[in-house]
């Protein structure tokens, strides 16, 4: 049976993937993503060494969490070419969390023949903290009618799509809660908001099928 494969038109902003459940962390695993990236940090790999410098054991490198948000993207988008891949770690991933993944579609757009939906991206760990968020791009044919016509050569199918995104149809449906809230609370001081530390990470765009390349940390 061939692949199922995504087209542009049967896609809505708002619509979700399927989440991703991983295995729980262990320090095989550890060991064996180290082999198969080159990374070989003791933090991750000699638990010495990680309490050594004030960790409590080794902990996942990001790369393995962006590479499950990968997998997440890739097994979904079957049929597309990834254009983007952006994520930004928020919180360890120690051995024995369980990560999962998810998605939804954030942005869709399209112009000329050319059709790209945007996928919000996070993960979680088996408490439900956030560990990683981030974002992708893809592209993909409008309908299977507009791929088998750009296959035999044709020009595509061409449906100018105005920008759809999530964000414009939150603000529109909350935007007068938000008023009200506002109002509400003008009087009191409101605490400062904290953002945690994070760092980010962009994999190059794939030409081909959407699938997220591993990169070294």
Request: a positive charge; aromatic letters at 6%.
């Amino acid at each position: 049976m061939p692949a199922r494969k995504l087209y542009f038109e049967g896609l809505r902003v708002g619509d979700e993937l399927p989440a991703l459940a991983k295995a729980p962390i262990d320090r095989v695993q550890l060991s064996r993503y180290a082999g198969a990236s080159g990374d070989f940090n003791p933090v991750h790999v000699d638990e010495v060494y990680a309490k050594s410098v004030g960790m409590p054991s080794v902990y996942a490198p990001g790369m393995l969490v962006m590479g499950m948000l990968g997998q997440l993207v890739s097994d979904w988008a079957r049929g597309g070419q990834l254009r983007r891949y952006h994520v930004r770690f928020i919180k360890m991933v120690w051995p024995g969390d369980t990560i999962v993944c998810k998605g939804r579609v954030s942005d869709r757009h399209g112009e000329g023949g050319r059709y790209f939906v945007e996928v919000e991206l996070w993960a979680e760990n088996q408490r439900g903290e956030l560990v990683m968020k981030g974002n992708s791009t893809i592209q993909l044919f409008y309908s299977l009618e507009d791929e088998n016509r750009q296959r035999s050569g044709q020009s595509p199918i061409v449906v100018d799509v105005p920008r759809e995104s999530l964000l414009n149809a939150s603000a529109a449906q909350g935007g007068e809660d938000d008023e009200d809230r506002s109002a509400a609370t003008s009087g009191s001081k409101k605490a400062p908001t904290q953002k945690p530390a994070a760092k980010t990470a962009t994999a190059p765009a794939a030409p081909g099928a959407a699938a997220a390349k591993k990169a070294k940390k």
